[in-house]
């Protein structure tokens, strides 16, 4: 026997066939005499008869078998009765009536059901990944990865860009998270780095005159991991040489217009693509990543409420702070005292101190602070849009309080509301993002995107201080789906002495900058060109193309919040002769714990 | 200015059209008043042209430019005169005049010119590894590589296969070579490695269900550097379930002859590689990687010379060995005795005792071992088919001194007497291998391939005893072309109870086999088909299609002989934070030597 089609593609067209099928037992019913059996594969279920009159052979093994038992079946393909018709499966019309039938492997009882919405723990499901694996909606996980990765190596190939392989032995460079490291044992006390990312190998082949390069590259960070991150992850990454960044937009749109298309059969036109600048979209969303697929903006009310009788409105403004509202629409009469008092409760996460709200009735403004405006309310009503019905949410503090604060609430009460359409697709560019941002617990100024970013030409005049440079903004471009990040890109520093200033305004001297980077400052005195990229991360774009909220849902063997691998039970402790013999190390006893080491947290 | 085309692909169709270039000055000749320039980008050069008369501002920059600046220009192509041809590249009909002039980047001199057949040094190209791939034949054989990869991707998506990546920090694994370590900073004490292959993952996915896997994936060794191995390594690996290896070689052999189509415009008819079991290719060739773009096979004397009177071929005989030979066509004359003897020094490595030869003439046999063979000069002439003006080669030892060293003699003879045709594409399968090997130096027993490899159907009986399974022959096939081992595929081992028993073979107890491969022994419980598959080096066949003979060549950022990458030079130290604050590891201090800590070599 050998298997001539997959099991799940059998349907009424192959009526009369002989078929071979290979496949999992996913239930059996056995009505005495007569068996039925669902047989799965990565294609679906075909459902197996068996009985007296088909094969008394294939009956007696048939009785045998149980769930997740490997079969290899032949028969004849049958169509079912008019009453016993599932409309739900492809192969729903017809069964195969089996003549021959071979125990291709046994199973034990697996310790969840193989199907979709499994209630196993996180953990259960990882230490048993394969049998995870085998549930219809994480075969489709996979999948959805697998074209979009597809359709890239055919849309850039197309396009011209080499894909190219950079190391994962690499330097470690200061900047950016923490490196995993890698000891050589060739030079001891030396180690490799795992990369975070391919960035300055893809400028030196930039440098290298490939003009056009790509990667699906693997990149590393060994961060506490949270939500979606994962120790390792892969960025869809690319690099160009001599375009601008409007064209180099325009490249990824198409790029990404094709993966839309090849996954979730998605027309999306590059060029609507709305364009908003890093301002624009603090502005009016609060964040550099505003989920688009409702509206919702921010309104700046600071000018309005400088002079109110409400202290903490017009304090905010007078101590250089805003005062900015949403308006949830028909949120009145869904969010009782209590469930605003909810939203203040987990807004103080963001810094902000309470939470001011009014609801809009046909009288016009309610609630605890309507007094304070009783001459602005028709204002208000104006400023914000709102209207009968509606509920009003401030923030009154320093922008960078009143801004993550109204992003969330945003985002919170839009789904509560059930104001986000699932089915919508809303693609964002975001640009001219500042070139440095402050990092208040370390006190101090770190590249907003990293230190190979270019400014803007314009800004070119502030490189020349540390302070002008950390007012620079930069030649940056992050797009943004359904408010998330999907890919970080930018015009690339080419020329050494723009360079050293970055590096020069991030806290390194000559002497530290040579020792990190000085591969890439001697590169560019041969003669770099202008070049631009972007890397999208793959894990996350799996997730969303896919519908899921976890990235854990679209990697095969991914990590456990505590970094580890169930199923492998990665990391372990190796041999003395590996780490002390090998290496010349010496290394902790190893706690077969289930406390890990956070302490630093 | 916006680039209208790559320079290299002007010719005389884009005649009197006007076009804007992006590219690195290869050569700039000053005719005084008249400047020609060599501009260059990936896809070749193109002449530009400056002149008072064309733009009197283009030729003032154009004096002031040098090699390997990076201009942008915009000119108008037009036809050169006659004399002024140059047939051997695709711009050779044309010039561009030029109008305009930007220089985007200045250029040192370059420590090498940047052109083919550059004469420095390795470690020089290496550190200066974004001048090398400047280089015409060093862009060719990454395009080349790159091509390889996307006929791999279109194929095997095309038949099925899901692309799907596997973890890199992984678990470290008894067997194989020497894994590269990652210290574990949540866990101190474990250590995560690299993986040398997705294995075990693999298997795990067809456990898992997916029927059809691939994965381009890096793999991991930390060996002692020789000729063509590198620290990381890349495998074009797949995996296939329910089939057999007759129809997993079918379909590789049609994914090779896409490759070879897309890559250098050669048609394989993969049904028409030959199938050589191991026992035969060792016969024949005295090698299980046969080149066989040419003949000369071993011939097996050994009967023949068992009542020798020459008694170093007689007595070989008698003691358990064998004489073999080979015909070198025309080597009478080629090879003196000088030469012969250094042949003979020459296989002392494989433990060869003297090299005895024949020279065959008009009058039969001839040399000093002539006189021994009397009575069979004709026997021996028919036996290896030699004709006069052939040399003939003997080796008269245990197989394994016998078969390497006619197998050297064979390589190295054909080679020097040019009998190789470097036009062909010799590919080979070789299947039916054994499927242990003893391993002399540490006095054990080893997989031939590795321990999931599934032995023959008819061997299973032999697997019930350590010395039996030893004597097992193995499913599996190598993939051979033009005596480099392209690939190595095997069925896998999907039944607990045969995994237990190789790994047993291997020395394993039923404890330190759960340690190291529970998860799989526990996996093959619940229903795992029979599967197999089979991973490509990619970095060697880049190689032989690029017609290299060092896969550094194929490689963007390779490591040198000590593992170290010239550039960055990765591996450094790090900070004391890095190893003992996050990772609580004692190192030892890195000494910046050139002298490697290769002591137990």
């Known amino acids: 026997m050998k298997r001539t089609n997959y099991a799940g593609l059998i349907d009424e067209q192959y009526e009369g066939q002989t078929v071979v099928l290979d496949g999992w037992v996913q239930k ?137 392989e950079t190391p994962y032995l690499a330097k470690s460079t200061p900047e950016g998270a923490r490196d995993y490291l890698v000891p050589s044992r060739i030079y001891q006390g030396a180690f490799y780095a795992l990369p975070q990312s391919p960035q300055l190998f893809k400028q030196l082949l930039m440098g290298a005159g490939f003009d056009r390069y790509y990667q ?36 990824v749109g198409q790029w990404v217009a094709s993966i839309m298309q090849k996954t979730v059969d ?33 309104q700046d009310l600071s000018e309005m409420m400088a002079d109110s009788d409400f202290g903490v409105f017009s304090g905010a403004v007078a101590n250089g702070g805003m005062v900015k509202a949403i308006v949830v629409p028909g949120g009145a009469e869904h969010y009782s005292r209590k469930e605003i008092d909810k939203l203040g409760k987990y807004v103080e996460r963001f810094g902000a101190k309470g939470l001011a709200w009014l609801k809009v009735t046909e009288e016009g403004i309610a609630g605890p602070i309507a007094k304070f405006f009783t001459e602005q309310g028709e204002a208000i009503l104006d400023a914000t849009g709102a209207h009968a019905g509606d509920l009003i949410l401030f923030a009154a503090d320093k922008p960078n309080v009143v801004n993550p604060t109204l992003d969330a609430l945003r985002r919170m009460t839009a789904k509560e509301m059930n104001l986000i ?64 990040e999907l890919g970080s890109g930018s015009i690339r520093i080419h020329r050494m ?58 990697i095969a063997f991914p990590k456990n919040s505590k970094a580890t691998e169930p199923m492998t039970e990665a990391p372990t402790p190796v041999s003395k002769q590996q780490v002390e013999g090998d290496l010349g190390l010496q290394a902790p006893e190893y706690a077969d714990t289930d406390t890990p080491n956070l302490a630093e947290e």
């Open 266 to 298: 998605y027309d999306l036109d590059p060029t609507d693509i709305p364009v908003l600048t890093w301002e624009e979209s603090m502005r009016r969303y609060g964040t550099d990543k505003p989920d688009m697929r409702f509206d919702m903006e921010l």
């Open 421 to 484: 359409d699932n089915q919508k697709w809303a693609f964002a560019w975001i640009i001219d993002w500042p070139l440095f941002e402050y990092q208040p617990e370390e006190d101090r100024w770190i590249a907003a995107h990293h230190p190979f970013t270019m400014p803007n030409e314009a800004d070119l005049p502030l490189m020349a201080t540390t302070e002008g440079a950390h007012k620079a903004h930069a030649q940056s471009y992050d797009l943004v789906l359904n408010g998330y």
């Open 216 to 251: 699906v590259a693997r990149a590393f960070r060994d961060e506490d991991l949270r939500g979606d991150r994962q120790p390792e992850f892969t960025q869809l990454d690319l690099e160009t040489s001599f375009m601008d960044q409007d064209e180099i937009r325009e490249l």
């Open 28 to 164: 059996r019913r056995d009505l005495g005499g007569l068996i039925f059996i669902d047989l799965r594969d990565r294609e679906g279920i075909v459902q197996l008869a068996f009985s007296d009159e088909i094969s008394k052979e294939a009956l007696e093994v048939a009785e045998l078998v149980r769930s997740e038992y490997v079969l290899e079946v032949s028969g004849i393909v049958k169509k079912r009765a008019e009453g016993a018709i599932n409309e739900h499966i492809h192969s729903g019309k017809i069964e195969v009536q089996v003549t021959d039938i071979k125990v291709l492997a046994e199973s034990k009882t697996t310790p969840f059901l193989i199907e979709d919405g499994v209630d196993a723990s996180d953990e259960t499901r990882l230490k048993y990944r394969y049998l995870d694996l085998r549930r219809p909606e994480m075969q489709e996980n996979l999948r959805i990865r697998s074209k979009i990765t597809a359709a890239t190596h055919e849309f850039l190939d197309q396009a011209g860009f080499i894909d190219i």
């Open 497 to 554: 002495d723009i360079q050293q200033q970055m590096l020069s305004a991030l806290g390194f001297t000559p002497e530290s900058a040579q020792e990190a980077f000085g591969f890439l400052l001697e590169g560019m005195e041969y003669g770099f060109p202008p070049m631009g990229g972007i890397a999208l991360g793959l894990d996350r774009l799996a997730m969303l193309l896919a519908g899921r909220d976890n990235i854990r849902d679209v």
